[in-house]
């Protein structure tokens, strides 16, 4: 038996964690320190962003298998540390190539604790009976990382001013490495469906097309990838959700990474001393304080409009705030653009407990990590192409483009994914309607020991959720029960 209270500390760990990871000091300036320390355009730039992102793509999957096959906590510590090498080889370098080398190793440490993080936490969860807190947990950790983006808003710019754009990228270095020391006080919960043993409750539900391979236990890295490849792409509403998400996250992105460039357009530099750093650091703030209540606003968002409305609705709402970006070449649009930060922050924990809830523990990191290549392989399409818009024509344009990207394949994945999670409702109500009832022998009795509480519904095993029942309620009674899944345990 789990002892469950052990994993309990794991949450506020896992936030600590959260924190040190977002405490990057050097954000606010990093675009800057490309361009006036290195001499790279903005066109440069979204190109090195190209590298980091397909950097990503290339091995996201493959680290999520390994979180899956060697432990989650482990993967984490060595995000943590190998993303502290590659901040000291960002400042050290000294053109395109040695800046690219840094990107690529810093883009891999990112993907040792992106979709390893999500999976450590819902099975943490999970094993405390709380798996429905996910949203609000995974919120507030997203919450305390971008919070620590909002306080290294805060000293980035003043101390860049001081110290000079190199330093906060060692302190940095130093925020990363600490990361890598919270996640090993971590502990590991269990990853896959035979340590949870039979768990009706909080199991995934199994399609029709995956019950035939619910009992595999996939040894190779190999297997854990194209097992997580299959899950995706047979469960249409994970695969659309994922196309979805990552097109609007990385759409509404666009404008936030541009902000740098944008306050330099307008004459603003952080380089110029305290002042001119204070002044900096004070206009890129709120977008990371909307980030933070954007993570923070997504749990109660989804218990008040449903998993089902919540990204439709913030995907159109962020259409209507692209208005003054198109209209306006001034720097008050900074406020509509922070706005556009919150929504693409909270669709994050949006999306991955969507996903969450219909995978298996023993993919989950694999799953998810595959969410985060979909949306890497997105940026390195989207990314450079708007960049080099915005370096060419100018800011409005490289907007009116990441809105049309929404507007477009957007809206089409949408569409499927509306379609999709519609058909996977059906079937499964279609399958709970075929399941024959207990009283089907009229006339015979039904021993004790064979009796069924029909309450908890499908488990995640492919079974249909049949357990013993031994608390003296008829099967004809248990037939009333709700089929729908019950709150979590306490």
Do not use: C
Not at 93 to 115: E, Q, R
């Amino acid at each position: 038996m789990i002892q469950t209270e052990r994993f309990a500390r794991n949450i506020p760990i896992y936030y600590l964690f959260q924190f040190a990871t977002g405490f990057l000091i050097w954000v606010p300036v990093w675009i800057i320190f490309l361009q006036d320390e290195r001499g790279l355009s903005l066109t440069q730039v979204g190109l090195m962003e190209a590298v980091f992102w397909v950097s990503m793509f290339v091995a996201e999957v493959p680290t999520g298998a390994i979180a899956d096959r060697w432990g989650r906590r482990t993967s984490l510590a060595l995000g943590g540390f190998m993303f502290t090498g590659g901040t000291f080889l960002f400042v050290m370098a000294d053109g395109f190539v040695g800046l690219a080398l840094s990107y690529v190793v810093m883009a891999v440490s990112m993907t040792l604790y992106s979709g390893s993080g999500h999976a450590l936490l819902f099975d943490t969860l999970r094993t405390l009976g709380r798996s429905r807190e996910y949203e609000k947990h995974m919120g507030r950790s997203e919450a305390m990382m971008t919070g620590a983006l909002l306080g290294a808003a805060l000293f980035g710019g003043p101390m860049a001013g001081l110290w000079g754009l190199e330093a906060v990228f060692l302190i940095g270095a130093g925020t990363m490495a600490l990361a890598g020391f919270v996640a090993l006080l971590l502990r590991e919960p269990p990853r896959t469906e035979a340590e949870f043993g039979d768990d009706g409750l909080h199991a995934a539900p199994v399609s029709a097309v995956d019950a035939s391979a619910d009992d595999r236990s996939p040894q190779g890295i190999v297997s854990y990838i194209l097992n997580g490849f299959r899950i995706v792409i047979r469960q249409k509403p994970v695969l659309w959700i994922i196309l979805l998400a990552g097109v609007v996250t990385v759409a509404y992105e666009m404008p936030n990474f541009f902000v740098q460039p944008f306050l330099r357009h307008h004459g603003l530099s952080p380089s110029g001393g305290l002042l001119d750093g204070a002044v900096w650091s004070g206009l890129i703030i709120p977008g990371f304080a909307a980030m933070s209540a954007g993570s923070l606003l997504a749990a109660p968002f989804v218990a008040r409009v449903g998993e089902r409305r919540a990204i439709p609705i913030l995907m159109i709402g962020g259409a209507f705030l692209f208005i003054p970006l198109l209209l306006f070449d001034h720097i008050s649009i900074i406020a509509p653009i922070a706005i556009l930060g919150g929504i693409h922050a909270a669709i994050r924990p949006i999306a991955t407990g969507y996903i969450n809830r219909r995978i298996r523990s023993d993919q989950r990191a694999t799953v998810l990590s595959i969410f985060e290549l979909m949306m890497a392989a997105q940026m390195a399409l989207i990314v450079p192409a708007i960049s080099a818009s915005a370096d060419s024509i100018d800011f409005r344009f490289a907007y009116g483009l990441s809105v049309g990207v929404v507007l477009t394949v957007g809206v089409g994945f949408w569409i499927a994914w509306r379609r999709s999670h519609r058909r996977d409702q059906a079937d499964t109500l279609r399958r709970i309607s075929i399941r024959p009832a207990p009283q089907a022998d009229v006339g015979r009795a039904v021993p004790a020991d064979l009796a069924v509480n029909w309450s908890n519904g499908a488990n995640g095993n492919g079974t249909d959720g049949r357990v013993a029942h031994t608390n003296g309620v008829s099967p004809e009674s248990a037939l009333t029960a709700p089929m729908s899944e019950p709150n979590d345990r306490a």
